[in-house]
């Protein structure tokens, strides 16, 4: 599958929706479905490793790919629910099948983690906002943009409530 950005917000939502079908998710997926799922429609092996955070001042996950894998990196010092979140949103970069990433400075210190045939997908403490004014243009931008929705989407699956009494509760 040979990837095209996307041009629009609704092919943006569309295809963030397309790849969620493509998962093909256990009803209450909890976040091993979701990495076993997208190593299997990726066709990818995936790790996912917390690393230290000397260096990571601007940055709070990235993914390493190679052609048959994706390691996940994530800041450790993150609260838990953010590192779920960066998880996420890395998984979907691995799902739509993102390569490279045009807004990663060269001397990133994700570059220490980075070998010879692997491209490296960052993920920033600033995300766009891309719901409001998306520039369709720069195609980095709608990578994170398409990573950012389909995470969301994941997300709220995994933690919408699972007991509907409970929530009853709460009005
Ligand atoms: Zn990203």
């Known amino acids: 599958m040979t990837y095209t950005a996307s041009r629009n917000q609704r ?6 929706e397309t790849q969620l079908e493509r998962l093909k998710l256990p009803s209450d997926p909890e976040l091993t479905d979701i990495v076993r799922q ?3 429609a990726s066709g990818k092996r995936i790790d996912v490793e917390p690393v230290g955070d000397k260096d990571w001042e601007n940055i709070t996950g990235l ?3 190679t052609s048959d894998s994706a390691k996940i990196l994530v800041r450790k010092s993150d609260p838990r629910w953010y590192q779920f979140h960066t998880v996420l949103h890395e998984l979907s970069h ?3 099948g993102h390569t490279g990433c ?3 400075p060269v001397l990133h210190p994700g570059q220490q983690h980075v070998r ?17 004014d998306l520039d369709f243009s720069d195609s980095g931008l709608v990578m994170e943009a398409e990573a950012e929705k389909l995470s969301q989407m994941l997300s709220r699956l995994v933690l919408r409530p699972r007991h509907g009494r409970d929530e009853a509760v709460f009005g």
């Open 11 to 16: 092919e943006l939502r569309s295809r963030a």
């Open 63 to 65: 993914v390493l790919l």
């Open 102 to 104: 045009a807004t990663l």
């Open 94 to 96: 691995v799902a739509f």
């Open 116 to 132: 010879a045939g692997q491209t490296v997908l960052a993920r920033g403490i600033v995300t766009p906002d891309f719901e409001a």
């Open 38 to 40: 997208v190593a299997l």
